[in-house]
């Protein structure tokens, strides 16, 4: 398992994998722009980091849980409470005479706020681990 920072290190790491796979996701959209019946891919995972945070936490599953009234029903099965995220389609804008939906200001708006999204991540990991590191460096003074 390896040695945890924080509880708060792991979901860091998971909101920058998320972020990373959405940056992939829009560059693909806009190197699409000009593919005839194309329809813009998004990555939603708040539900999945909503579910990362409460299980680093402690906390309360923000879902409601199904009561299984009976040992004899059968346990359900939920892809909503998977920690996975979920890829849409992002449609809503006209679709050119080509039948491609790729709207160009929509993407390079989209990227633009994942990139300061996963630079606040950074800086929050970088934060995280430099409180330990002074820890670890005042510890090795007392000795």
């Known amino acids: 398992m390896g040695i945890q920072i924080s509880r708060a290190h792991?979901?860091?790491k998971d909101a920058l994998d998320f972020r990373a796979a959405r940056q992939d996701m829009i560059a693909s959209n806009i190197a699409n722009a000009d593919t005839p019946f194309y329809r813009p891919r998004d990555i939603s995972f708040q539900e999945a980091l909503l579910t990362k945070k409460a299980d680093a936490l402690n906390e309360k599953s923000p879902h409601l849980e199904m009561a299984q009234t009976n040992a004899g029903h059968l346990p359900l099965q939920n892809e909503k409470s998977s920690t996975k995220p979920t890829l849409f389609f992002r449609d809503g804008h006209m679709a050119r005479n080509d039948g491609n939906s790729v709207d160009l200001d929509v993407?390079?708006?989209?990227?633009?706020?994942?990139?300061?999204?996963f630079n606040a991540l950074i800086q929050a990991n970088k934060k995280d681990s430099n409180i330990f590191k002074s820890v670890i460096d005042a510890s090795s003074k007392i000795s």
């Open 107 to 117: 993407e390079t708006t989209e990227m633009s706020k994942n990139s300061v999204m």
């Open 10 to 12: 792991s979901l860091i």
